[in-house]
């Protein structure tokens, strides 16, 4: 029989202490920072999330387009002057649209569509990109 000492035990210990150390990073992640990771953003309903140069630098939302339209996502940043970026992506992650938001907080991108998948992608390109945002997509059926 194998006789356990302090000694032995110890580099199993700090093994299964690192271990646990790298499970814990993960759970302090952006949960929406890549297009794979994208929340949902149901059609014609107002959400509220925010981004910051500092540790949010990136959000993206998915969103399902069931018939053709006039697509139109519309983001009012909390702070004017922020310079966030905001990009309408097509299901494969092509830039559709984008703007830099200004002095004037509200963006607003319109394009027609075909039913699809479509991706939106809220940018922190600067330190002084740090603001809670209201967005909202919807479609007007032609």
Known sequence: MLKWSRSRALPYWILAVALVGCGGAESDEDPDD?????????LNKVFTDSISSSDDRSDWKIFFVETPGL????IHF?????GCE???KDKYGAEMAKEVQSANPYIELVRRVEPARFFVHVAA???TCSTQYSIEARVDQD
């Not at 890549?34 to 149901?42: E, N, S, T, Y």
């Not at 697509?71 to 519309?74: A, E, I, K, P, R």
């Open 78 to 82: 909390d702070r004017a002057d922020v």
């Open 34 to 42: 890549r297009r794979d990771k994208a929340k949902p953003l149901p």
């Open 71 to 74: 697509l139109t996502v519309t």
């Open 125 to 127: 390109p600067r330190e």
């Open 86 to 88: 905001v990009f309408m």
